[in-house]
């Protein structure tokens, strides 16, 4: 079975507090996404890489950085947190191009005081 | 612009009731379609997806969805929903060419009375 693991499911952070996310994946996929998730709005792509070092802008990149140093993990990082970041984030991988199955984590409830 | 439309935020059905959740979607090409369901403090799981041929298509679970392009629709259908169905539901359409980048709708929860 496909794993992709976020390592921390629940997080309490404080304003101006940097943030890490991290996320890894265990079947080589080239593809590794970063969604934040909330009420009434879905999912909404934050970044995503297609390949080692490489990445691009979602649709709300804005106040996000992420890096890809190996292949299997893909991380997400708050600069300066901020109360508006209080949100869901779910990790993604897959492999190839549009239709083929993407794999979810079980997701990172982050709340900033 | 793509986007994807769920129009039921909230859906109580009984269980052993029929079950359907509707889909529209803006795409400009041939859809690539998705349902996936997320269950209480869990991630995402695919359901189904559509991509060519039969308009039908069945998926897991006992669940199945029917494309139609002329309503740009995609619903998901279920005969006999289960109280272990109760979860949230999300439609999504995939980006061609786009390193298989998803456009999710904001989702129905869907509650099962007993």
């Known amino acids: 079975d496909v794993k992709v693991t976020q390592s921390s499911r629940y997080l309490v952070k404080r304003t101006g507090e940097k943030v890490f996310l991290e996320c890894v994946q265990d079947?080589?996929?080239?593809?590794m996404f970063w969604y934040r998730q909330d009420p009434g709005l879905g999912l909404r792509l934050i970044y995503f890489s297609y390949d080692v070092k490489m990445k691009e802008k979602g649709d709300i990149p804005e106040g996000y950085s992420v890096s890809r140093e190996k292949k299997e993990r893909f991380s997400l990082i708050l600069e300066s947190a901020s109360t508006n970041q209080t949100s869901m984030y779910l990790c993604a991988s897959s492999t190839g191009g549009v239709g083929n199955t993407i794999y979810f984590g079980e997701g990172s409830w982050l709340t900033v005081v | 612009a793509q986007s994807v439309t769920q129009p039921d935020i909230h859906i109580t059905v009984s269980e052993g009731a029929s079950l359907e959740l509707r889909c529209n979607y803006s795409?400009?090409?041939?859809?690539?379609l998705f349902w996936y369901v997320q269950s209480p403090g869990q991630g995402l799981q695919l359901l189904l997806k559509?991509?060519?041929?039969?308009?039908l298509v069945q998926g897991i679970k006992g669940f199945e969805a029917e494309f139609k392009r002329s309503q740009s629709s995609f619903n998901l259908r279920k005969p006999s929903v289960h109280w272990s169905d109760a979860a949230e539901y999300f439609c999504?359409?995939?980006?061609?060419?786009?390193?298989?980048?998803?456009?999710f709708g904001a989702g129905t929860r869907l509650a099962v009375h007993p």
């Open positions: 999504a359409v995939g980006i061609v060419g786009g390193y298989n980048k998803l456009i």
């Open positions: 079947m080589d996929h080239e593809n």
């Open positions: 559509y991509f060519s041929g039969d308009t």
């Open positions: 795409y400009g090409a041939t859809p690539y």
